[in-house]
């Protein structure tokens, strides 16, 4: 049976090379005038169409406006400019009615994948990526796939090293699926949330009895993920006592539970992932040296938000594109304010930070294009985002960690009691306020 055929209706004046690169990705394209001609699709065609508003003038925004409602049950995609009138009311029309909105300059490979998704249901879609999850286009993130496609099928520890909300797990996942483990369980542990006395009963598993409590016996994370991959998130901020069984594992490949004298084979692969500069952590005491050298046998650093050029406007698009797979929202791209103050903007809290904004803004944005206001990022390049009752708040948060690590004698776990908050996030306050616990304390002394 011949599987129906596909086709690019475009309505507009495409770029020799828009038009090239889609035609080779299977997507013929066929030119339309506005003025005159329809859609044209024949029964069982694939046919989406491509409302390109780049270069509109009255007349061609009135008839594309028209073209848009005479032909409901055909997927519309919409190109604009950031010179695009998003507030006209026949452009505001047109783009209510688009399944996706593209800003020049047109990403080809992202609307290759909406082209994709969209004809799904005449023909198969395209091989999806072998990770989703890193998206992004600069010389950095091809880099860290490059490393990360060779590594996953040696099955070797990687430690994964990086800022917060970098996507460090998500690249620990897309090792795990390149790898031949890729059809058993991945099993994410964030060692900076467990519990001080249930560390070991975690990782390793508890028998019947071990200590009050214990009512049955229980399997721990690393025996769960059997056969396949184990991801030890914010390794530095495991205690010494669980490092030592750690290593233990990793050399014997082993496990005792608490409470057992029997050792069991575990035969899992191990990805680590920290934040913490761990040659710093071994030189102070806090992380064994010989556990280092088992975990940093392959390594790989995920560069943070503001070193990857170009990858900003992108990412912003993606998460957009896939807020609204999920939620009814107007927003359907960013205005030429916005993708500017995406650029300049230096993202501290990297991708998360990302995240977050962007699906604000889709919640609070009125029109289809979003804006600076409602992205909350400031106007003025260069302008410090943290300003005046900002920089008050930052100040004063400074000095009550500052005052609570004295008050505890720089003791990271008590601390982390007394402010209600993780240790993990200790941590990541002394970085943020550069602060050095080693230097507090010896200084306090």
Known sequence: MALPRRCVVWFGRPAGAERDELEHSGWPVRVADVQASGVGARNGDVVVALADLRQGDDATLQAMEGMVAEHPGVPWIALVSPETPAHEPRVTSILRDCMAVFTSPIDLPRLRDALDRLGQGGVPARSKPDMPGLVGSSQAMQALRTSLRK????????????????GKEVAARAVHQLSPRAGRPFVAINCGALPSNLVQSELFGHERGAFTGATTRRIGHIESACGGTVFLDEI??????????????????????????????????????????????????????????????????IPALREREGDVELLAQHFLDGFREHHDCHARAFNV?????????????????????????????????????????????????????????????????????????????????????????????????????????????
């Open 151 to 166: 590594y996953a099928p040696v099955d070797l520890p990687v430690l994964i090293t990086g800022e917060t909300g970098t």
């Open 236 to 301: 530095g901020d495991l205690p010494l006592d669980a490092q030592t069984n750690l290593l233990r594992f990793l050399q014997e490949g082993t496990i005792v539970r608490v409470g057992s004298s029997q050792s069991l084979r575990a035969d899992v692969r191990v990805l680590a992932a920290t934040h913490v500069d761990m040659e710093k952590a071994v030189a102070a005491g806090r992380f064994r040296q010989d556990l280092y050298y088992r975990l940093n046998v392959l390594r790989v650093q």
């Open 337 to 445: 304010a916005a993708r500017r103050a995406l650029r300049e903007f230096p993202w501290p809290g990297n991708v998360r930070e990302l995240v977050n904004r962007v699906q604000r803004a889709a919640v609070v944005a009125d029109d289809t294009l979003i804006g600076v206001g409602d992205l909350d990022l400031p106007v003025r390049p260069g302008r410090s985002p943290v300003a005046g009752l900002d920089r008050a708040r930052v100040s004063a948060e400074r000095d009550a960690l500052v005052a609570c690590l004295r008050e505890t004698r720089f003791n990271v776990s008590e601390c982390a009691r007394r402010l209600g908050i993780a240790r993990v996030t200790v941590y990541r306050l002394c970085k943020k306020h550069g602060l050095a616990l080693d230097e507090l304390a010896q200084a306090a002394r």
